[in-house]
């Protein structure tokens, strides 16, 4: 299979179910964020030494994948060919408040706004958390239309930006990085 298809040339791209939409479409533009998003989460695995919060986002980034995929398909047609895309479930937002408040209770009380940066795994974290807001900004405007998105997509997205800020506070605080209050 060749990479390159030739058939985006003229500015335009196949969602799943087959129809033609411009790039510049919303629904591109939405799931292009969550690619921006995984693709981010890619950055901080390759360079953290924590194996606790790496294996947090290689989950993350398969549940990114399925999102993806979700967003991508406009009339529910993936789930007959394509399993491994089933959408997140409210499961999987469990999943994520358990591993927010497991890494929160083992940090110092969070007493005034915190300035992003930190260790380079700290950093990388909250600029995936600043990606995530955009991505989640991007799924409200095209939820708008009733139908378009499953809701658990949203709040998955939305509980994920917390853990993002929460994984940025331990990788700094495992890394012994202070945080520079603002």
């Known amino acids: 299979m060749k990479i390159y298809t030739r058939t985006g040339d003229e500015g335009d791209t196949a969602l799943f179910d087959g129809t033609r939409v411009s790039k510049g479409d919303a629904r591109v533009a939405t799931y292009g964020d969550v690619d921006e998003l995984n693709a981010w989460l890619g950055f901080v695995r390759a360079g953290t030494q924590d194996p ?11 549940d990114l994948f399925a999102i993806g995929a979700r967003l ?3 009339r529910h047609r993936i789930a007959e060919r394509v399993t491994k895309a089933s959408a997140v479930a409210p ?13 929160d209770a083992k940090l ?4 005034r706004f915190v300035l992003a940066g930190g260790s380079t795994t700290g950093a990388a974290l909250h600029v995936a ?10 799924i409200v405007a095209l939820a708008a239309t ?9 709040t998955y997205v939305n509980r994920l ?15 012994g990085v202070p945080e520079r209050e603002w």
Do not use: K, Y
């Open 146 to 154: 009733p139908g378009s998105v499953d809701p658990v997509v949203l």
């Open 129 to 138: 958390r600043t990606v995530c807001r955009r991505a989640e900004r991007a």
């Open 91 to 103: 499961e999987d937002v469990a999943r994520l408040e358990e591993w927010i408040d497991a890494l």
């Open 161 to 175: 930006s917390d853990l993002l800020f929460v994984m940025a506070r331990t990788a700094n605080h495992r890394s």
């Open 52 to 62: 606790e919060l790496d294996v947090m986002l290689e989950h993350i980034q398969r």
């Open 108 to 111: 110092p009380a969070l007493r």
């Open 72 to 74: 991508a398909d406009p």
